[in-house]
């Protein structure tokens, strides 16, 4: 006999309805996990994205959470009680006037009166029978109308009308006798804790000194950080360092800018290390290329010299682009640059190709000024130029400024270069032997030199299809 069976088939039945629950649940909790990724990425984004504004955040947070809720437990805690005694005990006195008022007789009114007066430090009057006046709009902050009220309906159990509001020193109440009102008249500082606003004043005027002090020092934290990060992207850019930035700030911020003005000087002296190589490299190769053109000019003519001739050159035209691609900008400074300037001498000076090429500025107020190293920033737009000069026969260049950024555009109508070479047109010696002919001296290192030079202005090249239909380079740096 098989005792287990019915709790296996249990089991059994207890996993497919879980299951059965899990499938059903399970679109639920996507939507839940989507609503919470989306109001968390809200969140994000809302948030202030500066190191100032969040380290604001961070120091008023707390202390706006703190002073809420020490508010909060003083107006629970304080406040109200000590009010509730207060009218409590203005509630019992007059409970004990009108006790002894129904237990008098009109000659002893004037002493009833009189004890109010010096005891108790309550004004009373008589007042003739009649209706009690309306009710009045209770105040907004109706924490002593809300107290009083509901001690006085404890204590007197008589129809009642009170004044908080009118007069600001005082607190009317007014009960209904069988053959009398009477009015009380009492101070409001003894139907409610009256200074409690003094602790909420030195409270609020306490914490804005404090913020007041907290941003001002946060403000000088904060400026080397800014400071240091004005040199690290100036520097990026291939523009010279403010002349003022220094190391200073916190710890952390003096040895951040100590190792990037260590980093900065070990880079220049590369650089200059590197030119100083190239240079005394060039001078030699050049010295070469030198004596075979002279040994070459008493050669005399002939079918074999003009081809030694044509191998010089061209070896002298890629000695003078590898040189240029591994100097890169040479370690020229960048210099407040007229563009327009510059764009028309590119125009100009590329009319030797005697190719159509056309220049087109969008009209400005004034022309494109922005720091540039001109000389390396020139090559680079010749480069484009005259790559796109040989492949085609009809040459576009547009400038124009977007946001933050320079644009300038190389359009040709050339046979352009496929969405999957556009990557590797950049690398150093590459060449297309498929869509754009191979010409002899042409040594794949103008596109690599371009976006060299436009990286070390903090920008790039990118390429894409020209309105053309050939292809359009675009070098982009920031202004």
Known sequence: MDLLGPFTNASGRAGRAFRSFADAAAPALEQLRAWQKGFFGLLADSMPKGLYARALIIIIAPIVVLEGVIAFVFM???????????????????????????????????????????????????????????????????????????????????????????????????????????????????????????????????????????ILFLRNQIRPILRLAEAVDAFGKGRPVPDDFEVRGAREVRQAAAAFIEMRNRIRQHVEQRTTMLAGVSHDLRTVLTRFKLELAFMGEGPDVQSLKADVDEMQHMLEDYLAFARGDGGEEATMTNLTQLLEEVHEEAQVYGTSIELKLRRRRGDIELPLKRQAFKRAITNLVSNAVRYGDQIVIRAATEGAWLRVEVDDNGPGIPASERANVFKPFYRIDRSRNQDDGNSGLGLAIARDIAKSHGGDITLGESSMGGLRAIISVPL
């Open 76 to 214: 629970e805690r304080h406040w109200q009680n000590v009010t509730r005694r207060l009218s409590e005990t203005t509630a019992r006195d007059i409970s004990a006037l009108i006790e002894f008022y129904d237990k008098s007789t009109p000659t002893d009114y004037d002493e009833i009166i009189r004890i109010a007066r010096d005891r108790l430090n309550l004004s009373m009057q008589i007042l003739p029978p009649g209706d009690l006046p309306e009710a009045r709009q209770k105040p907004f902050f109706d924490l002593l109308d809300r107290a009083l009220s509901r001690e006085i309906s404890r204590q007197v159990k008589r129809p009642f009308w009170i004044d908080t509001v009118g007069q600001s020193r005082h607190v009317e109440i007014r009960v209904q006798h069988a053959d009398s009102i009477l009015r009380f008249l009492a101070v409001r500082t003894q139907t409610y804790a009256s200074n409690s606003h003094i602790f909420l004043l030195w409270m609020v005027g306490s914490s804005v000194i404090l913020l007041t002090v907290a």
